[in-house]
Every structure is written in structure tokens, then in C-alpha cells.
């Protein structure tokens, strides 16, 4: 009958470790020898993984050419880090500019960056409310650039039935664009709304798996079947009745 426990201290079993029939017996853990090897191989970990630029700047006196090498590509693994972090975070706000400042900030934008601009009036209640939207979505989206400008500053005797309007731009050209209310999305427009929109010309990536409105669309064209089956049904039921 073999041991319920390999690793028990008795004859018989150093008998079968001899003959090789078991293995080793296991040495027990000491638990201040394993602190101690945590200890070695976190110390071997050089001092300026751990440091931001600014204290690697100060602290290079303290290193030998090896390690200054080392630093000099660490420095420049962490700078490039930095620079991509910078530029996806790069706008993350909804800024207002002018008309003069149209050319430099919408159509010369910098290069494969999408530009969001709304022109509006702030007398009429939807470009407010697209002006509160845009504004979350800035900030959820640092990566794209959001612009607002009142339409009179660039563009002369713009009709009030074209607001509010939006243009989505990149690399100098119109990729999208929504003019007057209906377009954008209606007086009740809900911000997940705007956000399908924009995402279907390409100018976000957005999180959302399916269009917002895709139900209230579906009962509107229920519905609007519907009515028509019933009117066919009438039309046809007035038809016989003449007939008799």
C-alpha cells in the first residue's frame, strides 16, 4: 500500500526514495529566505525605471557611462510615451473661435486630425443644446477637435432655418455635414444622438453598438405601415360597396 503522504519522514519512504520510486522529499519554504530573494531581485531593477524625466535630470551625476546609455534610451522610450499620450489627449474641450480664425483652426487643421465645428446663434434653443452635447463630447473624445463659432463672424446673413449647422473636417475637406434642425437631430436631440452621427462620418470612435433612435424609427414606420394597411383596407371595403 503506498503513503498517503510522500513527503512524511518515515523509513519505508526513505527506502523508496533511494530506489527512486518517489521523488525528493520537498524542502519546506523558509519564509525569510523568500523575503530575502524578493528583496535582491527588486534591487536589481535599475533605480531609474522608477524615475519621472525630471528626477533623471537631476540624478545623472550619479550613474556610470553603462547606465547613462541605458538612461539615455529609457529617457527616450518615456519621452515618445509622453509625446502619444499628449497628442491623443490633445484638445478635450469645446473652444469658441472666430471667423477669423476659421482657415487656421477648421481647414489647415494639423494633419488626420477630425475637426467638429457648430455655427450658431446663441437666440436659438437647439444650438444651445448642441453646443451642451458637443462639450461632453469633447471630453470624451480628446482626440478629435471641437469648435464652435457664431455664424455671424463667418458667414454673413446666415438664415436662421440653417441652424444650427455642424461641418466635420479633415485634412481641409467637408466629410460631413448637418444643416438646420432636422439634420442634426431634431429639438429633443439626445446627446447618445449626436454621437451616432458623428461616429457614422468617421470623425469619433464611439462605444455605442447600434443608432439610438433605430426604435423610435421602427415605431414611426410601424406605424406609418400601418396607417396605410388600414386605409387600403377602407379604400377597398368603399370599392365593393359601390360595386353592389
Not at 14 to 39: A, N, S, T
Amino acid at each position: 500500500m503506498w503513503p498517503q503522504d510522500p513527503n512524511e519522514d518515515t523509513e519505508w519512504n526513505e527506502i523508496l526514495r533511494d530506489f527512486g520510486i518517489l521523488p525528493p522529499k520537498e524542502e519546506p519554504k523558509d519564509e525569510i529566505e523568500e523575503m530575502v530573494l524578493h528583496l535582491q531581485k527588486e534591487a536589481m531593477v535599475k533605480p531609474y525605471e522608477k524615475m519621472t524625466l525630471a528626477q533623471l535630470k537631476e540624478a545623472e551625476d550619479e550613474f556610470d557611462d553603462e547606465d547613462m546609455r541605458a538612461i539615455e534610451t529609457y529617457r527616450e522610450k518615456r519621452l515618445q510615451e509622453w509625446k502619444a499620450l499628449k497628442k491623443k489627449q490633445k484638445f478635450g474641450e469645446l473652444r469658441e473661435i472666430s471667423g477669423n480664425q476659421y482657415v487656421n483652426e477648421v481647414t489647415n487643421a494639423d494633419k488626420d486630425v477630425w475637426v467638429i465645428i457648430h455655427l450658431y446663434r446663441s437666440s436659438i434653443p437647439t444650438c444651445l443644446l448642441v453646443n451642451q452635447h458637443l462639450s461632453l463630447l469633447a471630453r470624451k473624445f480628446p482626440e478629435t477637435k471641437f469648435v464652435k463659432a457664431i455664424v455671424n463672424s463667418c458667414i454673413q446673413h446666415y438664415h436662421d432655418n440653417c441652424l444650427p449647422t455642424i461641418f466635420v473636417y479633415k485634412n481641409g475637406q467637408i466629410e460631413g455635414k448637418f444643416i438646420g434642425i432636422i439634420e442634426c437631430g431634431g429639438i429633443n436631440l439626445k446627446l447618445e444622438e449626436l454621437e451616432w452621427k458623428l461616429a457614422e462620418v468617421g470623425a469619433i470612435q464611439t462605444d455605442l453598438e447600434e443608432n439610438p433612435k433605430k426604435g423610435i424609427v421602427d415605431v414611426m414606420v410601424s406605424s406609418i405601415r400601418n396607417t396605410s394597411i388600414y386605409d387600403d383596407t377602407n379604400n377597398s371595403s368603399s370599392d365593393n360597396d359601390d360595386t353592389k
